[in-house]
């Protein structure tokens, strides 16, 4: 089991940054890989980054590609979503999400945390 918990959502202007974080708890060792998703009003949850748990190798959406930065604090197990140069189509709620070593789909997801970006 795999407990994951996100913060670092809130409220800013278009152009500003906000950090993402997610507590990561349990069978750690087991993760293949860890992303952050995000759903807005009236879309389908969309993949914005993910992150090998070991490998460290990384993807991104084409849509967050240059702005948002995905990483992980061993030491904190720690998930991290660093998001610059925000845009209001950026606004949604943002989930942490992990998959492990022995599945095709992420089976673990925390409780998702709002992103509202003003223009």
């Known amino acids: 089991q795999v407990q994951l918990v996100e913060s670092g959502g809130g409220l800013v202007q278009a152009g500003g940054s906000l950090r993402l974080s997610c507590a990561v708890s349990g069978r750690t060792f087991s993760n293949a890989d860890m992303g952050w998703f995000r759903q807005a009003p009236g879309r389908e949850r969309e993949l914005v980054a993910r992150i090998g748990w070991i490998s460290g190798i990384t993807y991104y959406a084409e849509s967050v590609k240059g702005r948002f930065t995905i990483s992980r604090d061993y030491a904190e197990n720690t998930l991290l979503l660093q998001m610059n140069s925000l845009k209001p189509e950026d606004t949604a709620v943002y989930y942490c999400?992990?998959?492990?070593?022995?599945?095709?789909?992420?089976?673990?997801w925390g409780q998702g945390t709002q992103v509202t970006v003003s223009s």
């Open positions: 999400a992990a998959r492990m070593a022995t599945s095709y789909e992420y089976d673990y």
